[in-house]
């Protein structure tokens, strides 16, 4: 049962515009969420992240967003830039859980 | 420092073979993960340790898998014998704190394995 959902395997965004990255979870126990990035052949690098105390949390064009109720957050990034293509995985954790990881999304900025 | 250090970055073997990878965390991290990547399910946590001790196994997929932590600066991921669906890249992560609470966690860049 996966507790994090990323529901779109794959997204395309061109230079310059506004990719969104969806993420929903079923633990209502999470009440740390984080994003993480990742290149080819290269582990996982974090990336942005916010806690259940927070709706939103903003790091240069990157902005991530989180709907408790919905149980949903997402990750913004404007502008999109070529070197943004990459896979990025939602994590959640609560606790003193280890994070739990979204089966990611395939970001192609196209340029 | 350096980061998270796994060896080797691609092994390939034959079914049946003994496969050993390996993770040097950052130094002073409390904490160490191990994550296996595949296609169909993601990254998933097979085992974590905090100073040390294996706090949970639950996610080791069978008992062919073992992970030990003999000290604070290396940790293991053994597979005997190792079988083609145990291919994947597989990540050892580090965080800091004795809790594993709110800290992000650091990846080292992964062993593909290949078994044939």
């Known amino acids: 049962d996966q507790q994090v959902k990323q529901n779109s395997p794959s997204l395309s965004v061109q230079e310059g515009r506004i990719s969104i990255l969806n993420c929903d979870y079923t633990n209502s126990m999470f009440d740390y969420f984080l994003w993480y990035k990742k290149y080819p052949a290269e582990g996982p690098t974090f990336l942005i992240s916010?806690?259940?105390?927070?709706d939103k949390n903003e790091d240069g064009r990157f902005t991530v967003f989180l709907n408790k109720s919905a149980k949903h957050l997402s990750l913004h990034i404007v502008p999109s830039q070529p070197g943004d293509s990459a896979v990025y995985f939602c994590?959640?954790?609560?606790?003193?859980?280890?994070?739990?990881f979204g089966k990611g999304t395939r970001l192609s900025v196209i340029a | 420092d350096a980061g998270v250090i796994q060896s080797p970055r691609h092994e390939v073997t034959e079914m049946g073979q003994e496969v050993t990878l390996r993770c040097k965390p950052i130094s002073g991290h409390n904490s160490l993960f191990w994550y296996r990547q595949t296609m169909m399910r993601g990254l998933e946590l097979l085992i974590y340790?905090?100073?040390?001790?294996?706090?949970?196994d639950s996610g080791m997929p069978e008992d062919r898998f073992s992970a030990k932590m003999p000290n604070a600066s290396f940790s293991t991921l053994k597979i005997q014998p190792s079988e083609p669906r145990d291919s994947a890249v597989y990540f050892c992560a580090s965080s800091l704190g004795d809790r594993i609470l709110n800290t992000e966690a650091f990846f080292g860049q992964g062993t593909r394995l290949t078994v044939v």
């Open positions: 994590a959640a954790s609560s606790g003193n859980t280890p994070l739990v």
């Open positions: 340790f905090n100073n040390n001790v294996p706090i949970d």
């Open positions: 916010i806690s259940s105390i927070k």
